[in-house]
């Protein structure tokens, strides 16, 4: 495989329980895609500028606090109004299966609950990744 | 690494057992092995009570005294909080550890924009003294101990503490708050930090000094290697790792012309029980004789009560499951068993539910009861340190031993802890532990019941506590309120002498005291720390 995936890795808010996000970082990175791992007391805002400098394929967010649907739409507002909508979004944390659809119809694409599996995260990015941004 | 690698021959036979700090667990164990890693009934043990304290800081352990029961607690506007800590008290709860929001930890009030959703979800919101007012109301503060879990702003909550005691009529003397106050695990696994390492350090240090004094009762930092471990150390590096930090707090106060003597009795910890069950006993029994020693010899402390490591032993949310959520009211009891057999002095367990969120009043009122009958109703006040002399437990404790001087040792090498965090080396190699344990889980060689084993994938629908968005509300208004109707001048003079202090080094106490009987808010002292300390950058680890 050749194609070079990039991932923004975050965590927006005031939570500082990374364990998870740093998990996930180490996991990306073993699997051979580049990671930009802006750690801690991230907002929105700086998370999407990030993105779009960056020029990211995927943004991981890590979000323990019950706060994921909020912060969630807001990032989906800001990256469509910086027209980079077809960013690849997953969250992780401490999300209850219930708000799955919501954060689906708004556009966040991997949901990873708590005790999801490493492997399942990296093989859905790989194959979602979208294809505009597949570059040899 | 959870419980142990367990290595099996081709016929499922376990054949080699290697506990997560590294040791291998023998299949049998005799007089030999004793013999072997030279053990010595006078100086490895010796009586409960006395140096090297292995077997119970105290002579007679649980049979002159209970263990304190103290739940994590605090939710929504003080009101609510107010209310679980006396249904917590009323059934029999005998201490308090008090669970503050995001916001709080983080210095900013609940009106700041980046509190905006966070107010009083995972903790109490606290503002002013008038919320700590309504949050202790009706408390017995000479009877119940509050542990304060706040580290960066933790200064200006125990200067509130001192100022709602008082003003609810109690003895500063008398009072015993033990607010967490360790920023150094803070970085490496909790992430609540704010200021730059150095003035960080100096506040821990001002707190300490001020409480020698001021509030003898006090317990001025819990060092807790409990979130170290639950950001992937093993149990060996958790209890080097706190000794380490808690010797850069020690450091920071003799610096200033005091002997380790004075201060370091009042010294807490907060320590993780999960996993497996010899491993937690031997590392508490093996701990409590690394802290005495390196008290003695490298701070020259004598008086045996200075030399005790005195702590919150609790089941950690680690072991905890999301899936199937009920089994985790088994293994709670179990972290208690271990606590009770380590001859911890404090306890508290996560609730079952807390992989989702905080707990319900049943959730947490079972783990109050876990801890109530473990003490009343399987004999385990009969007889202190009671796995003392097991061929085993004696091997091991030894062995938990060595591992944890070996584990402080790499780090002193690497020119100490507070450069090893600033450097972020210690961050790196507990987040590569914690991969290599969701690597371990996913490949099957870890195993936890309901979620790699013996799962049926179902989904359990259990009740859980609900976050009411009319609390961030109330508490909003309440501070409009305050602002509108507090002394304006004497806020601003407060705040002004609080500035210059922290500029001029001297002890931040008086002055936050000072703030705080003014009505001055957590955001606003936390401010003028921000303008005067700088804050921290995280260090890159990848």
Redesign the interface.
Known sequence: MSEHIKVLVA?P???????GG??M???L??AGME?V?M???Q?VEAIVQAAVQEDVDVIGLSIM???HL??CRKLMELLKAEGVEEVLVCVGG?I??RDIPALEKMGVKGVF???S???DAVAFIRENVPARVRRA | MDVARYMKNEKGAVEKVILPSGIEVKQRYGPEDLEAVGFDYAADLGEPGEYPFTRNIFPGGYRSREWTTRQYTGFGTPRETNERFKLMIDHGQTGLNVAFD??T??G?DSDHP??F??VG??GMAVDSLRDFETAFAGIDLHKVGAGLTINAVASIMLAMYQAVAEKLGFDRTKISATPQNDILK?VI?????IYDLEPAIRLIGDTIEYSMTTMPRTNPVSVCGYHIR???ATPAQEMAYAFLIANAYIDEVTRRGYQAEEFVGRFSFNFNIFGNLWEQVAKFRAGRKVWARNLREKYGVENPKNLMLRGLFAGGGSGL???EPENNIMRGAYYGLAAALSGAQSTALCSFDE???IPTPRSALLSLRTLQLLMDEVGLRDTVDPLAGSYFIETLTKQMEEKIWEEMREIEERGGMVDCVASGYV?RKV??Q??EF??DL?KGELIKVG?NKYATGE?EEVD?HE?NESWAEWQVNDLADLKRTRDGAAVRASLKELERVARAKENIMPALVECCLAYATVGEMADVFREAFGTFK?P???
């Open positions: 965590k808010g005031l939570d500082g329980h990374d364990r740093k998990v970082a180490i996991a990175k073993q990671v791992y750690g801690l007391h907002t606090t019950g706060g909020p912060i401490v209850p299966r609950p708590g005790g599996k490493i492997d | 995001l916001p930890q983080m900013y980046l509190a959703g966070e979800r995972v803070e696994g909790r992430g609540a930090w639950e950001s992937g499951t999301k899936a992989a989702y969120t961050q987040a590569w914690a991969y969701e690597r996913q979620v989904e859980l976050y995280e890159s680890i990848f």
